[in-house]
């Protein structure tokens, strides 16, 4: 059984390299290294069932041999990444996901789509189940990534009715863990290199908006099991368990014993005032919920990061 996942070198496709490699998959890892790093999957180069090639998916992609399964997992996914690279979002989100598509279809392989929370952009339901249809600037900065992952979405189900194909959906809601980049631009990332740095802490807003924030070995879990069962229409995964982004920023400066500042910055066009996650669906059908508590997922994350500080110090 061999699977080509896109993105493979990025923060949540390294991970998903992993969960594939260990339950015996021969795994091709595809990544143009615009956003992801080979140094997240050094560690799987001597591993015999396991590929890297240096490929951007928005080109047409040609794998020889047989493909059970391909994973699109492949974009920028921090707002500093995808208004850096707005086109090249666009891209992959379409072409990208067209590719993949065609090359699951030409190999009658399953196809999985990585889409994301942002497709309810800033919503006026809370949690948001994935009935919602979601409230987005179709031509805001933000809609770069927004609407390729609705289009990428709206793109797979129309392969799935017209040519059969086996398709799967997740819709990813904020992830954390190691393998993060220290300039990714996310909150967690921001929060712990500034702390650590002994810098101020940046709050985008009043700080009152909220997040869920699910650890990566949660997410890999609940991806891997919509990937074994047989829905194909989207399905949130992610934690249920909101926290308001000043409170998170407050946790992480007590976590590293930072005495920084906390200071607050202008928020930015389109940013979602509340991001929550209603996983009933998870659990009905995958039997799937978070495990690990904030507290010990950020240790862990708190560890790597002072690591890559002290690297690049």
């Known amino acids: 059984m061999r699977a080509v996942i896109t993105g493979g070198a990025g923060f949540l496709g390294s991970h998903l390299c992993e969960r594939f490699l260990s339950d015996g998959w021969d795994v091709l890892c595809l990544d143009n290294l615009l956003t992801g790093a080979e140094a997240n999957v050094a560690h799987l180069r001597s591993n015999p069932k396991f590929k890297f090639a240096k490929q ?50 030409a190999k009658k392989a399953r196809f999985f789509l990585a889409s994301t929370s942002e497709c309810y952009g800033d919503p006026n339901v809370s949690p948001q189940p994935e009935t919602y249809w979601g409230h987005v600037n179709p031509v805001g900065p933000r809609s770069v990534y927004d609407e390729s992952k609705r289009f990428a979405e709206a793109l797979t189900m129309a392969y799935h009715r017209k040519h059969g194909l086996d398709t799967r959906i997740v819709r990813i809601f904020n992830t954390y863990g190691p393998r993060m980049r220290l300039n990714d631009g996310r909150a967690l990332p921001n929060f712990l290199y500034q702390a650590l740095r002994g810098e101020p802490i940046t709050v985008y807003g009043d700080g009152k908006q909220t997040r869920s924030f699910c650890y990566v070995s949660d997410l890999i879990d609940g991806i891997y099991r919509l990937f074994e069962s047989n829905e194909h229409e989207p399905t949130n995964v992610g934690n249920p368990q909101e926290i308001t982004i000043l409170e998170f920023a407050e946790r992480v400066r007590a976590l590293v014993r930072s005495s920084a500042p906390i200071v607050f910055k202008p928020l930015p066009q389109d940013d979602p005032k509340q991001r929550c996650p209603d996983i009933s669906k998870a659990r009905r059908i995958l039997n799937w919920e978070p495990k690990v508590s904030l507290a010990d997922g950020l240790r862990i994350t708190l560890d790597y990061f002072r690591e890559r500080v002290k690297e690049n110090a």
């Open 56 to 105: 951007d998916a928005s080109e047409t992609i040609e794998v020889d041999g047989g493909v059970e399964a391909v994973l699109h997992f492949a974009s920028p996914a921090s707002p500093p990444d995808y208004l850096k690279y707005p086109i090249e979002t666009m891209k992959v989100g379409s072409l990208g996901t067209l590719n993949g598509l065609n090359l699951a279809l």
